[in-house]
T-cell receptor
């Protein structure tokens, strides 16, 4: 089945540093989404991307839909302690049977040291 | 504006039992999807309901079934529980054909 490879698996950074994580798929995607999940909570939608090459920002977060439609990345600038959590990429592939189905990556665990 | 709400928040069941989880979608949303999230993993798609019918299904056995009601709320039923069914079950709602899914806080199911 469809798989997303998300990297890195974990990151330990100092407050104020920039962060970059990415996600690759084995097939073409029509939609890329980025979520953040805190312990004991459900994922919260951060950014949604719909077109190849699209670059979208949400505050200190910036995400891009790769030109090949098989990858996406998320950048966080000037990290703060509340950025701690697990970040997931998710997407819907372009196959005709995937309608309504999101595939998730394995997650990137972000730790920010004050 | 109420977000996605799920009940119960925690549940402990014995192997072989049946369980029903409930979800109320975000106001204005008519589509409900269910996901299973094992510890340390990303969510896995179970199925999606729209207009009271299952529109899409992931790779889960028939022991997993669902229902959507006229008010768009939904239930997830799991029969003949296995130890491996222990996970966080997430409900997500969206509007129509949108891929932007909004998640509830989840139900933590433990099978003993």
């Amino acid at each position: 089945g469809q798989q997303l490879n998300q990297s890195p698996q974990s990151m330990f950074i100092q407050e104020g540093e920039d962060v970059s994580m990415n996600c690759t798929s084995s097939s073409i995607f029509n939609t890329w989404l980025w979520y953040k999940q805190d312990p004991g909570e459900g994922p919260v939608l951060l950014i949604a991307l719909y077109k190849a090459g699209e670059l979208t920002s949400n505050g200190r977060l910036t995400a891009q839909f790769g030109i090949t439609r098989k990858d996406s990345f998320l950048n966080i600038s000037a990290s703060i302690p509340s950025d701690v959590g697990i970040y997931f990429c998710a997407g819907r592939d372009a196959g005709g049977t995937s309608y309504g189905k999101l595939t998730f990556g394995q997650g990137t665990i972000l730790t920010v040291h004050p | 504006d109420a977000g996605v709400t799920q009940s119960p928040t925690h549940l402990i069941k014995t192997r072989g039992q049946q369980v029903t989880l409930r979800c109320s979608p975000k106001s204005g949303h008519d589509t409900v999807s269910w996901y299973q999230q094992a510890l340390g993993q990303g969510p896995q798609f179970i199925f999606q309901y729209y207009e009271e019918e299952e529109r899409q299904r992931g790779n889960f056995p028939d022991r997993f079934s669902g229902h959507q009601f006229p008010n768009y709320s939904s239930e997830l039923n799991v029969n003949a529980l296995l130890l491996g069914d222990s996970a966080l079950y997430l409900c997500a709602s969206s509007k129509g054909d949108s891929d932007e899914a909004f998640f509830g806080q989840g139900t933590r199911l433990t099978v003993v």
